[in-house]
């Protein structure tokens, strides 16, 4: 998979992605994590890239112009159509089922908005999918799109070491309706520490009991710590993936 992300700090992304499950992923040729600095694309001597909001008001607004070229010029380095995706506030709320489909597409394009926010015309010419990481606000969208390309980067095939540990997290699994649920505890040596034990189920050698143990678990404490889980399928409907830069429609992956 090849990940572009478009950003005014492209110098934040390989300190943190450069290390453990992304940077090993990226090493193996598994990920392709390109960041690039919308700056490179303003036409103004200075390299502007915001201007004041009419109507007055406090911050500025990232303008139309470097934005937009920015994508339609990344878009043209790879022939993989890609799905363009917005962080932002205002987005829907990043949901597993949402990771799992992102992690399907052969190519992501992440724009990390800054300041006030984005002008709107530039938000509609791109019509990218628009995310959120929760109900919160950081200085820019380079940590929430890190977040996106870790949690997407675990899902890629050979990217763990272990096929079965991504499908082992909280979220991935489901119950008999299909909502999601959060993992059981998990346990290791010694098997006793400040006089606390180890289950004896774990410890018994019986595997159908263990695996009956961890999903009483998984139930339990999904009904104790996120019972809103239990009442809902977590996620929304895929959007199709946004157009290419010829105007194409790319195609929605399977799912």
């Known amino acids: 998979m090849r990940i572009d992300v478009l950003t005014l700090f492209p110098g934040m992304f390989e300190p943190i992605l450069g290390e453990s499950i992304p940077g090993r992923a ?57 799905c363009r995706v917005l962080l932002t506030p205002q987005g829907e709320r990043l949901a597993q089922p949402r990771v799992e489909w992102l992690s399907r597409q052969p190519r992501l394009l992440m724009v990390a908005g800054h300041y006030e926010g984005i002008d709107e015309r530039a938000i509609e010419e791109l019509a990218p999918l628009e995310v959120s990481v929760g109900d919160f606000i950081v200085s820019g969208g380079e940590i929430p799109a890190m977040m996106l390309v870790d949690a997407v980067t675990r899902l890629l095939p050979g990217a763990l070491g272990h096929e079965q540990s991504a499908a082992e997290d909280s979220f991935s699994r489901r119950d008999e309706e299909g909502r999601s649920l959060l993992d059981c505890p998990h346990y290791t040596r010694p098997r006793e520490w400040r006089g606390r034990g180890v289950p004896e189920v774990l410890i018994g050698g019986d595997h159908a009991a263990i695996a009956r143990w961890r999903h009483d678990r998984m139930l339990e404490r999904t009904q104790q710590r996120r019972p809103d889980l239990r009442q809902r399928p977590l996620g929304g409907i895929p959007r199709p993936m946004s157009q290419t830069a010829d105007g194409g429609q790319a195609q929605d992956a399977p799912g």
């Open 26 to 82: 990226a090493a193996a040729g598994i990920l392709e994590l390109h960041a690039h600095d919308i700056r490179a694309w303003s036409q103004d001597k200075h390299r502007k890239v915001d201007d004041r909001p009419f109507g007055g008001g406090p911050g500025m607004v990232m303008m139309c112009q470097p934005l937009v070229d920015a994508v339609e010029a990344v878009e043209r380095m790879d022939p993989r159509a890609a």
